[in-house]
């Protein structure tokens, strides 16, 4: 039964869209990859819609196009927000309209960086998670994808990618169906990760695994022990 | 040569003593089993010595003794802060001439809990490991242990908790210290995590742990991929 409902979201996930606004940085293009190579038809989006369609085209792959955020937007089915902190509450301002009942997936971590490395910065509505689903109130914001190696995820070398996936947000539909878009990536376990206000410490976490793969010189995720 | 360096501080551990302040709760009693069971000398302490004798009592190890907070503040050589958060500020303040010098490893999560489940509360250090760093200036404050689960620690029947460990802070021969001794635990990998302020989101993610709990009906914890 797990298996048919897997197969029904995967049919129709290919024959929608998955768009990446702010897909042109390291994040959104590993996964733009990542999705496309999995066979789902992936829009990345840009401020420059000149910019998406030569980052698009360097994957030459048939099912992965650029256009600007606007456009990007309005045609996919699924959205994932990919944009720098800096841009995060200009462009989801700007894109509202575009986004309604769609699920929104926000993987930005609010990060700064100084001589001693990374830590998270304050946000006022507790995460970046958190301030989506504010701006976006007639879209289900789900956080996923915060821990994910961009350099792993742009690797084509690196087949599975043995990690998990915390998926955050408060409709259960929703957050099944990001575990299962999540585990369309070879070797990734999508695991609920809890409710939107727990997603700031997952956002957070990517400080702590910039510390480690400093010191281990590693491109480190987790996984969760059950 | 890592191997004579975990030899001799073992040694020298088992010489000295492990106390935890607040011992009396899952999380102490969990560690205390573990680290008794290790072979070191462990010393339980609560605000009641007649209580902290009486759980250390429960557990029939020769090398696992109960007493006063105070008491085991003085004659520990490294201590653990196990105490709920409520108690985390006027407890350090009242032990701080008696941990001064000394590693003091941080464990608290400071988390609220209502009906939908657990929810990281705001610190105004940041984090309880840097309340706990201000207050203790004249300790060395290690976070670590924050996301074991005391059931798996209070489980004899687990003999190997295969669970990494992160561990934070800002000295590096007081992590390592802290790494080798979480490593002590069998199964166990002692990680380093990144410096104190990046603690707080650590702390945090045990909500999300319990969240995955309630779930999954686990008894989760974590893995870092390297």
């Known amino acids: 039964m797990k298996c048919f409902v897997l197969r029904v979201f995967v049919a129709s996930a290919v024959s929608t869209s998955i768009g990446i606004i702010g897909g042109t940085g390291d994040q959104g293009r590993g996964l733009a990859y990542r999705f496309a190579t999995a066979g789902l038809e992936v829009l990345i989006g840009s401020r420059s819609a000149e910019r998406a369609s030569e980052v698009a085209r360097e ?4 099912n992965l196009r650029g256009s600007d955020n606007v456009s990007v937007a309005k045609e996919c089915a699924i959205a994932i927000i990919a944009v720098p902190w800096a841009g995060h509450e200009a462009t989801l301002k ?3 309209p575009f986004l309604r009942g769609k699920i929104v997936i926000d993987c930005v971590n609010p990060l700064g960086f100084d001589e001693k ?5 304050k946000v006022a509505e507790g995460s970046a998670c958190e301030q989506a689903q504010a701006l976006l109130p007639e879209s289900t ?3 996923a ?6 350099v792993v995820l742009l690797n084509p070398e690196v087949a599975e990618i043995a990690i ?3 998926v955050l947000g408060d409709e259960r539909t929703a957050t099944d169906q990001v575990q299962t878009l999540a585990e369309l990536l070879p070797g990734v376990r999508g695991i609920y990760g809890g409710r939107l206000r727990n997603a700031g410490q997952i956002e957070a976490f990517t400080a702590n695994l910039i510390s480690i793969n400093r010191r281990y010189k590693a491109h480190s995720s987790l996984r969760i022990t059950l």
Not at 145 to 150: A, K, Q, R, T, Y
């Open 59 to 62: 994957f030459a792959l048939p």
């Open 94 to 96: 700007g894109l509202e």
């Open 117 to 121: 490395g990374a830590y998270p910065l």
């Open 141 to 143: 914001v789900v956080g």
């Open 145 to 150: 994808f915060h821990n994910v190696s961009s």
């Open 164 to 166: 998990d996936v915390l």
